[in-house]
């Protein structure tokens, strides 16, 4: 059996007394570079002790302007929207070596670290609509492997073993303009320097609809599904087409979807739990419990069997009630994992 991983999709709810606008201030001024750093710091750690094999860093910006901002910046760009290496920069990734070096102390090894970056599509649709410009299009796809490239060459306490492209227009989007080789192609380019290196390349899907570009796409060797909010994704993906094109799944295996899943309590208790907060803890230990994810990887494993490298929550855990709940589900799909591992 292969060695199945737990890793985790980015976004964790920050700590109390923290706010997003304070955070968006930090990242823009990074004038408190020190309490910012903190609190991803934390934030990682806890992602650590929940057990997550192959943890991302906490993403704590927006998805999209992340990346745009420094696209959009003429001071950091060669031409138009042709970013200079040198800028391609992940923030977050300078702040968690102070982590992955105590990691590396206390256990004698290299963390490994997971890594995601928005894909082509999903920036250029952010900045373009449904205008086509293929040109601008493939200079996105070349930005997006400038910052993989130079993550993966300037990390030094830690290895990043899986870099992520976040796609999730693809499949939901009805603006998206480019033919499916424009998309595969965009994806190619946007991942290369990751499969040159060696690093496991997943795309983040949010509908399995059109998983098959990523089978197509040679340098993406994993599809991420969520899979444990929308268990009829798996119905779509056909168990010959990875086979075929040496493509693994990487599957939620807890829901993360927390508007539904505290919809179930506010029924079950005729209330509004975001407001009466005290039936929350159920999420964690009602809903998402460890048996529960246990069951769905034993279902998905009868499936796909050692098609299936990754597993996780669904997305990112952002939007989560607070980081407490957070590290519970982590832990509860630990505990999941491990005695799936034990029962084979």
């Given at each position: ?144 492997n400038k910052f993989v490239r130079n993550s993966m060459k300037s990390s030094k306490h830690f290895k990043i073993a899986t870099v992520s492209i976040d ?95 505290a919809g179930v309590l506010n029924e079950k208790y005729c209330t509004n739990v975001w407001k009466d907060q005290q039936y929350l803890p159920e999420l ?61």
């Amino acid at each position: 059996m292969q060695e199945i991983i737990f890793d985790d999709i980015g976004s964790y709810p920050l700590p109390e007394g923290v706010s997003k606008e304070w955070v968006q201030n930090a990242f823009k001024t990074r004038a408190e570079d020190e309490k910012l750093f903190t609190v991803i710091n934390d934030a990682f750690q806890q992602k650590i002790d929940a057990g997550v094999e192959v943890p991302t860093y906490p993403q704590y910006q927006d998805m999209n302007e992340q990346f745009l901002k420094v696209i959009r910046d003429s001071e950091c760009t060669e031409s138009p929207f042709e970013v200079k290496l040198e800028c391609a920069r992940i923030e977050e990734l300078e702040a968690i070596e102070t982590v992955a070096k105590a990691y590396k102390e206390k256990f004698g090894e290299t963390l490994k670290v997971r890594i995601c970056v928005t894909g082509p599509t999903e920036l250029y649709l952010k900045e373009f609509g449904g205008t086509r410009y293929t040109d601008i299009y493939t200079i996105f796809a070349k930005n997006v492997n400038k910052f993989v490239r130079n993550s993966m060459k300037s990390s030094k306490h830690f290895k990043i073993a899986t870099v992520s492209i976040d796609e999730p227009s693809i499949g939901l989007n009805p603006e998206l303009a480019f033919d499916e080789n424009e998309i595969i192609s965009a994806l190619t380019e946007a991942s290369k320097a990751a499969s040159k290196r060696g690093a496991d390349v997943e795309i983040h899907l949010h509908s399995a609809l059109y998983y098959n570009f990523a089978c197509q796409t040679p340098t993406i060797n994993v599809i991420g599904i969520e899979s444990a909010g929308t268990p009829s994704y798996l119905e779509l993906i056909d168990k010959k087409v990875l086979e075929d094109t040496d493509s693994f799944l990487r599957l939620g295996v807890a829901r993360t979807d927390i508007y539904s899943l505290a919809g179930v309590l506010n029924e079950k208790y005729c209330t509004n739990v975001w407001k009466d907060q005290q039936y929350l803890p159920e999420l964690v230990t009602q809903l998402e419990t460890p048996a529960v994810i246990t069951k769905r990887l034993r279902l998905a494993y009868r499936r796909f069997g050692s098609l299936i490298k990754y597993v996780g929550p669904d997305c990112g855990l952002g939007s989560w009630p607070n980081q407490k709940i957070a590290f519970i589900l982590l832990s509860n799909v630990a505990q999941g994992i491990k005695d799936f591992r034990e029962s084979c």
